[in-house]
């Protein structure tokens, strides 16, 4: 893919990508703005149209096109590069070698699918019953009907199969889409449609509602080679501005609510579609915020979700939170009919998933007595686990203070627990996350610096005119005497940084120790006193 990439570069100027998200002003030979994401107060985000390429300062990213789309939409190279195709029209099957017969199938399959979406749209505005069961008992305003691209499929059992065919899709074509049934008929009929859209706004499948009590009331698109449930988060191309203002997502369980909340103002609002959430889920979300509110039923599958989540979410660095002052009503959509405003002060009172969680159990078991007390610790000690070291700590302590025992009482539940889902060990980047490394690297190369071989110089193009544009902004005018300075005091912070990161890791492994395990725990305690040495010096 690296000639569709070249080609899209010579077509889009990154001042023009980078600015239909932020407002840039030119400022000599490069353009400068505002982060997007909300970190500086002074402008400290940097175009260069000469090299390319983009450098934010304040949040210390940079790169390409391609990693700026990825970064403020919080979707994949691929999308990104779909994405950035589309607007450069460059058509990327002309690139894909073997994979052009599936590029050509997932093409049609987007443009049935298209068709399909503004079919059904135009149905719902000819049929005046479905109008007043969307407008009126849906409570929904023309604005969202519009931004979400409701519509309404008709009861015939080919009406859209007849459209589509006289348009020149085989039916295999509107298999590959999902809009057939078993029997070649239409997949949706006599249903309020809803379209699924994807990162980059195609639609990719739709998600039905019955307009009467029968059965079954929701009727999603099957897997297909463009949807996959596992992957897929409703509402997220409508959400992703706001949550990357804003700074927080919630998830609620319908679609509807995703609606709903939209219209309320609450337009950070997404759903897993179909599905329960999936570790692809919060990492996708997980790129735009690290701050995720659950808004869930307080039921018990309310709270095998909440559960769930938080082992996922365990490694990741996200901050888990649950909704739930819904006062009488049974969920965000039946809240927000009661007055929209009461769903957006709910959405500001979230309280920390694991409290809400221990509440719950709280309420499940008798704490006066000892099979309750037992109950509850195990359950507790369970889920303390999957968090990071200082908040297991906290937790424990709490749950001790709960139950009135003393916090070592309690390492038995937690010692005969299931381990994590997933361990993911640090890779050593956060090293780098304070800019540290690019700031030496940028005094070695352009200000010619002589370190030996200590370090790697980066062959990337890319990277090297990015870490120009650091040195540029920060030592231009500095002397050489002062470059070299400035190099060993930032080398002996690199190095600082290195050894806190290391503790922190060995301290990681301690806490996942089982209390038997006495030789391994003092060989990680002796690495830990050598490392402290190390730093004090």
Same mark, same amino acid.
């Given at each position: 893919?690296?000639?569709?990439?070249?080609?899209?570069?010579?077509?889009?100027?990154?001042e023009?990508?980078? &600015?239909?998200?932020?407002e840039?002003?030119?400022?000599?030979?490069?353009?400068?703005?505002?982060? !997007?994401w #909300?970190?500086?107060?002074?402008?400290?985000?940097?175009?260069?149209?000469?090299?390319?390429?983009w450098?934010?300062?304040?949040?210390?990213?940079?790169?390409?096109?391609?990693?700026?789309?990825?970064?403020?939409?919080?979707?994949?190279?691929?999308?990104?590069?779909?994405? +950035?195709?589309?607007?450069? #029209?460059?058509? +990327?099957?002309?690139?894909?070698?073997g994979? $052009?017969? /599936?590029?050509?199938?997932?093409? *049609?399959a987007k443009?049935?699918l298209?068709?399909?979406?503004?079919?059904?749209? %135009?149905?719902?505005?000819?049929?005046?019953?479905?109008?007043?069961?969307?407008?009126?008992? *849906?409570?929904?305003?023309?604005?969202t009907?519009?931004?979400?691209?409701?519509g309404y499929? !008709?009861?015939?059992?080919?009406?859209?199969?007849?459209?589509?065919?006289?348009?020149?899709?085989?039916?295999?074509?509107?298999?590959d889409?999902?809009?057939?049934n078993?029997?070649? &008929?239409?997949?949706?009929? &006599? *249903?309020?449609?809803?379209?699924?859209? @994807?990162?980059?706004?195609?639609?990719i499948?739709?998600?039905?509602?019955?307009?009467?009590?029968?059965?079954?009331?929701?009727?999603?698109? !099957?897997?297909?080679?463009?949807?996959?449930?596992?992957?897929?988060?409703?509402?997220?191309?409508?959400?992703?501005?706001?949550?990357?203002?804003?700074?927080?997502?919630?998830?609620?369980?319908?679609n509807?609510? %995703?609606?709903?909340?939209?219209? =309320?103002?609450?337009?950070? =609002?997404?759903?897993?579609?179909g599905? =329960?959430?999936?570790?692809?889920?919060?990492?996708?979300?997980?790129?735009?915020? @690290?701050?995720?509110?659950? =808004?869930?039923?307080?039921?018990?599958a309310?709270?095998?979700?909440?559960?769930?989540?938080?082992?996922?979410?365990g490694?990741?660095?996200?901050?888990?939170?649950?909704?739930?002052?819904?006062?009488?009503?049974?969920? !965000?959509?039946?809240?927000?009919q009661?007055?929209?405003?009461?769903?957006?002060?709910?959405?500001q009172?979230?309280?920390?998933?694991v409290?809400?969680?221990?509440?719950?159990?709280e309420?499940?078991?008798?704490?006066?007595?000892? @099979? #309750?007390?037992?109950?509850?610790?195990?359950l507790?000690?369970?889920?303390?686990k999957?968090?990071? $070291? /200082?908040?297991?700590?906290?937790?424990?302590?709490?749950?001790?203070?709960? +139950?009135?025992?003393?916090?070592?009482?309690l390492?038995?539940?937690?010692?005969?627990?299931?381990?994590?889902?997933?361990? /993911?060990k640090?890779?050593?980047?956060?090293?780098?996350?304070?800019g540290?490394?690019?700031?030496?690297?940028?005094?070695?190369?352009?200000?010619?610096?002589?370190? &030996?071989? @200590?370090?790697?110089?980066?062959?990337?193009k890319?990277?090297?005119?990015?870490?120009?544009?650091?040195?540029?902004?920060?030592?231009?005018?500095w002397?050489?005497?002062?470059?070299?300075?400035?190099?060993?005091?930032?080398?002996?912070?690199?190095? $600082?940084?290195?050894?806190?990161?290391?503790?922190k890791?060995?301290?990681?492994?301690?806490?996942?120790?089982?209390?038997?395990?006495?030789? $391994?725990?003092n060989?990680?305690?002796?690495?830990?006193?050598?490392?402290?040495?190390?730093?004090?010096?």
């Open positions: 893919m690296n000639d569709a990439k070249e080609e899209i570069r010579a077509r889009l100027a990154i023009d990508v980078v &600015g239909q998200y932020i840039l002003k030119r400022k000599g030979r490069t353009f400068e703005g505002h982060s !997007p #909300g970190v500086d107060k002074t402008p400290s985000f940097m175009v260069s149209p000469e090299k390319g390429i450098h934010d300062f304040s949040a210390n990213r940079g790169g390409d096109i391609f990693s700026f789309v990825m970064e403020v939409e919080g979707i994949s190279f691929r999308e990104a590069l779909e994405k +950035l195709a589309a607007q450069a #029209g460059v058509d +990327l099957s002309k690139y894909s070698g994979d $052009k017969q /599936v590029a050509k199938k997932k093409a *049609r443009e049935a298209e068709l399909a979406c503004k079919y059904y749209q %135009v149905c719902l505005s000819k049929n005046k019953p479905v109008c007043e069961y969307v407008f009126y008992k *849906r409570n929904l305003n023309r604005p009907v519009k931004e979400f691209r409701i499929s !008709p009861k015939e059992g080919k009406a859209l199969v007849d459209f589509l065919t006289k348009r020149g899709f085989s039916r295999q074509e509107m298999t889409a999902g809009l057939l078993r029997f070649s &008929g239409d997949m949706f009929r &006599g *249903r309020m449609m809803v379209p699924f859209i @994807d990162t980059t706004g195609n639609v499948g739709f998600t039905a509602r019955v307009l009467d009590k029968s059965e079954p009331k929701y009727l999603n698109t !099957p897997e297909t080679i463009l949807f996959n449930k596992g992957r897929f988060i409703f509402g997220f191309y409508q959400a992703k501005e706001a949550i990357r203002k804003s700074g927080f997502v919630v998830i609620v369980e319908g509807m609510d %995703v609606i709903s909340s939209h219209q =309320a103002g609450v337009k950070e =609002a997404v759903a897993t579609s599905t =329960a959430m999936t570790e692809m889920h919060l990492r996708a979300l997980s790129k735009l915020t @690290d701050d995720i509110r659950l =808004a869930y039923d307080g039921d018990e309310g709270v095998k979700a909440t559960e769930r989540a938080i082992k996922m979410a490694d990741m660095g996200i901050k888990l939170s649950v909704i739930s002052d819904y006062g009488a009503a049974k969920d !965000p959509d039946e809240l927000i009661k007055g929209a405003d009461l769903w957006v002060s709910a959405v009172k979230n309280m920390p998933a409290d809400w969680l221990l509440s719950k159990y309420e499940r078991f008798d704490l006066k007595t000892a @099979d #309750g007390k037992q109950e509850y610790s195990d507790a000690m369970d889920l303390l999957y968090l990071p $070291k /200082v908040r297991q700590r906290h937790y424990r302590q709490l749950v001790a203070k709960k +139950l009135n025992v003393e916090v070592e009482d390492g038995e539940a937690a010692k005969n627990g299931k381990k994590r889902l997933k361990e /993911v640090t890779s050593g980047k956060s090293i780098e996350d304070d540290i490394l690019d700031r030496i690297l940028s005094i070695l190369i352009y200000g010619k610096i002589n370190a &030996g071989n @200590d370090f790697e110089v980066p062959k990337d890319n990277k090297l005119a990015e870490l120009e544009m650091i040195f540029d902004r920060f030592y231009k005018s002397a050489k005497e002062n470059l070299e300075v400035e190099f060993e005091e930032l080398c002996k912070k690199r190095q $600082k940084k290195s050894v806190e990161i290391e503790i890791e060995l301290n990681d492994e301690l806490a996942r120790l089982n209390d038997d395990e006495e030789d $391994k725990t060989e990680i305690l002796r690495k830990i006193q050598d490392l402290q040495k190390t730093e004090k010096k």
